[in-house]
C-alpha cells in the first residue's frame, strides 16, 4: 500500500507520540520520574483560557487523526494488465484499457452495433469480459450478438495473444446518452 503524503505525516507525528510515551514510561520504570513530582507539576499549572482552548483544538484534531490511521483500509491494487508471455528476459503485459480498445475497434466495424462499453476483468489463464451493447432497430440479435462475441473474441487473441474466457453481452436499448460512439 502508498501513502499519501498528509498519510505519511500523520503516521509519523503518531509514532513519535508513541516513542515519547514510551520514554516516559521507561523513565518511570527505572525511576527517574516519580508520580508525585509530576502530579505536582501538573497542579502548579494555570492554563489561561487561550491556552485551554487551543489544547482542546490539539487534543480533538488529534484524537480524529488517530481514527483515521487506526480505521484506514488500505485497497488492494486492481491489476489492470493481462500477460502476454513470459520468457527468460521478462514479461510482456497488456493493459485491460488496450484489450478494451481492440473490442471496440472491432464492434465500431459492424454496422448493426450502434453503441457499446467493454468491461474487462482478469481470470485464471485469460481474462473475462463484459460488454453492453446496443443495436440498430430490425436485426436478428441472437445472430449478430454470436457474430459480434466470436469477433472479439478472435480479434483479442489474435492481436493481443491473451486467452479470453467468456465475453457476455447485455444487449440494452439504446439510451439518450452515449456509452461509447460505434
Request: proline share 5%.
Amino acid at each position: 500500500m502508498k501513502l499519501r503524503v498528509f498519510d505519511r505525516v500523520v503516521m509519523t507525528v503518531l509514532m513519535l507520540f508513541c516513542i515519547g510515551v514510551g520514554a516516559v514510561a521507561l523513565g518511570f520504570a527505572w525511576n527517574l520520574f516519580s508520580f508525585p513530582v509530576l502530579g505536582y507539576m501538573l497542579l502548579e499549572v494555570k492554563l489561561s483560557l487561550l491556552w485551554q482552548i487551543l489544547i482542546t483544538v490539539i487534543a480533538l484534531v488529534w484524537i480524529v487523526l488517530c481514527f483515521k490511521v487506526i480505521f484506514s483500509v488500505p485497497k488492494a491494487p486492481r491489476e489492470r494488465h493481462a500477460l502476454i508471455k513470459k520468457s527468460d528476459d521478462g514479461a510482456i503485459l497488456i493493459s485491460l484499457q488496450a484489450i478494451e480498445a481492440i473490442a471496440t475497434k472491432y464492434a465500431t466495424s459492424m454496422v448493426e452495433v450502434r453503441e457499446m462499453k467493454p468491461h474487462t476483468a482478469l481470470q485464471e489463464g485469460g481474462i473475462a469480459m463484459r460488454i453492453q451493447v446496443s443495436f440498430k432497430p430490425d436485426i436478428d440479435i441472437p445472430a449478430i450478438s454470436t457474430q459480434l462475441q466470436g469477433g472479439i473474441k478472435e480479434a483479442i487473441e489474435q492481436q493481443a495473444g491473451v486467452p479470453v474466457r467468456e465475453i457476455r453481452l447485455l444487449v440494452e436499448t439504446p439510451s439518450n446518452k452515449s456509452l461509447a460512439p460505434v
